[in-house]
């Protein structure tokens, strides 16, 4: 139980297009879902927290006209990297958790943004 | 914003049990210590987590001191897929529900 998928798991794209990653909970339904951000030796950073039906909170230092986070169903989140560029490669990880957050996370196996 | 301590790296013989410290000496009462790993190119892993008192699993083992300022996560019989990133994390309190990762503990596991 509590699989996490993310889609696409790797992706290239050229500078300025957007692209979208979604983020599935397979198995439960997840009231809250999480975006992070990981680069190369570094740790998880959270970029956004996104609860079903309402808008995501982000974390200081997050652009949310950049990263747009959309969490219409309990177990769909998708974030759509806008206008992306070679700096926003980076591995990007989401985990859900159950209910209202106080559940465990359960994280998806990440998708790797290469923006040339 | 990373409330855990822990040190970068430890190595332990195949076969023998992995004791991977942390330290949280700030922690509220109503914060819980999780544990997750990290093997590379993937996502976290959850472990093991836990309030005041000791939690078993089928994978690993956590201790919580009395005092609650640290843990040991205990692995009793490592394997070479043991390798990876192990971090230790404090949910709870104002942020109840976020994780703020630290940088973790990589364990090498070593035949």
């Known amino acids: 139980g509590a699989v996490v998928s993310q889609h696409p798991s790797r992706v290239i794209c050229k500078s300025g297009t957007s692209v979208k990653i979604e983020c599935r909970s397979l198995?439960?339904?997840?009231?809250?879902m999480f975006w992070y951000r990981q680069f190369p030796k570094q740790s998880l950073m959270l970029m956004a927290t996104?609860?079903?039906?309402?808008?995501?909170?982000?974390e200081q230092g997050v652009e949310k006209d950049k990263f747009l986070i959309n969490h219409a169903s309990l177990t769909l989140s998708t974030l759509t990297v806008t206008s992306a560029h070679p700096e926003d490669s980076s591995f990007y990880i989401c985990s859900a958790s159950s209910s209202s957050g106080q559940e465990t996370q359960y994280f998806g196996p990440g998708t790797r943004l290469l923006v040339l | 914003d990373a409330k855990t301590t822990q040190p970068p790296s430890m190595d332990c013989a195949e076969g023998r049990a992995a004791n991977l410290p942390c330290n949280h000496s700030t922690i509220s009462g109503n914060e819980y210590v999780y544990w997750y790993r990290q093997i590379h190119s993937q996502g976290p892993q959850y472990i093991i987590h836990g309030l005041k008192n000791n939690e078993t699993n089928e994978m690993a083992s956590l201790i919580i001191t009395e005092d609650r300022k640290s843990s040991t996560l205990i692995l009793p019989h490592a394997t070479l897929r043991d390798t990876a990133v192990y971090y230790c994390?404090?949910?709870?309190?104002?942020?109840?529900?976020?994780?703020?990762f630290g940088s973790g503990t990589k364990l090498n596991v070593k035949p």
């Open positions: 198995d439960f339904q997840a009231t809250t």
């Open positions: 994390i404090v949910r709870g309190g104002y942020n109840f529900n976020k994780f703020y």
């Open positions: 996104s609860n079903e039906g309402s808008k995501a909170t982000y």
